[in-house]
């Protein structure tokens, strides 16, 4: 049963920490996708890649998150320095092309970000 | 830009139907998504809807899109305790631009025993 993995799953941090989230997209996925999910907000994509190219960042606040895709089986969310603002569930997605900007997309579990 | 708008809540008795309805603005949507999240747990894709299709059917789930009118629709049939979760739908295509996917902001669905 082929699935997205995240880790960790919790994290709680203390402002100004570092933080990495990292994602297993499923085998013989080209794309990968990172969301944001809050109360206020909702679902909000901050960025995604297309055979480990980044696409399109331009949800994601650039001064301190940074998406990378080192491999086809890793892909990584950093925020540096974190912020109480950043506190929101991460998902990480991974995806088939069915047509021009449209994708079956398969989520992972989540981050749950706490920063303090 | 695209948005897509659902109701906040929906709650029906085990055993009936639920309707769970979408409306979305952008007239170039080429699929339209319909996505469970149970609590603590990522989303789940359900079922999606190639835009020149009127109606999909999968199990105890129906899909129906009215593209004249923009409106989209999911039916649970028998409906279960189970099934309670947060609904998303889903619009992609031309003018969500490079943003892939557009979410309405959820309906959550209750069913009462």
């Known amino acids: 049963d082929a699935r997205v993995t995240q880790t960790p799953r919790h994290k709680v941090t203390e402002m100004g920490q570092e933080v990495t989230m990292r994602c297993q997209p499923i085998?013989?996925?080209?794309?990968v996708f990172w969301y944001r999910q809050t109360m206020m907000q909702g679902l909000e994509l901050l960025a995604y890649?297309?055979?480990?190219?980044?696409?399109?960042d331009s949800g994601m606040p650039k001064d301190r998150f940074s998406a990378e895709m080192p491999d086809a089986t890793l892909a990584t969310l950093k925020i540096q320095p974190s912020e109480p603002r950043d506190s929101a569930v991460y998902f990480c997605?991974?995806?088939?092309?069915?047509?021009?900007?449209?994708?079956?997309?398969?989520f992972g579990p989540g981050t749950r970000l706490t920063v303090t | 830009g695209e948005d897509v708008e659902q109701s906040l809540f929906l709650s029906v008795r085990e055993g009936d139907s639920s309707v769970i309805n979408c409306t979305y603005t952008?007239?170039?949507?080429?699929?339209l998504y319909w996505y469970k999240q149970e609590p603590g747990a990522g989303l789940q894709l359900l079922t999606y809807?190639?835009?020149?299709?009127d109606m999909k059917q999968d199990q105890r789930l129906t899909v129906l899109l009215n593209k004249k009118d923009k409106h989209l629709s999911l039916r649970i049939a028998d409906t279960q305790t189970g099934d309670s979760a947060i609904y998303f739908c889903?619009?992609?295509?031309?003018?969500?631009?490079?943003?892939?996917?557009?979410f309405g902001s959820g309906t959550r669905l209750q069913v009462q025993p």
């Open positions: 890649f297309r055979n480990r190219a980044p696409l399109d």
């Open positions: 952008d007239s170039s949507s080429t699929y």
């Open positions: 809807i190639f835009s020149n299709m």
């Open positions: 889903a619009s992609s295509g031309r003018d969500t631009g490079r943003r892939a996917l557009t």
């Open positions: 997605a991974s995806g088939l092309i069915l047509g021009r900007e449209s994708y079956e997309q398969y």
């Open positions: 085998l013989g996925h080209n794309t």
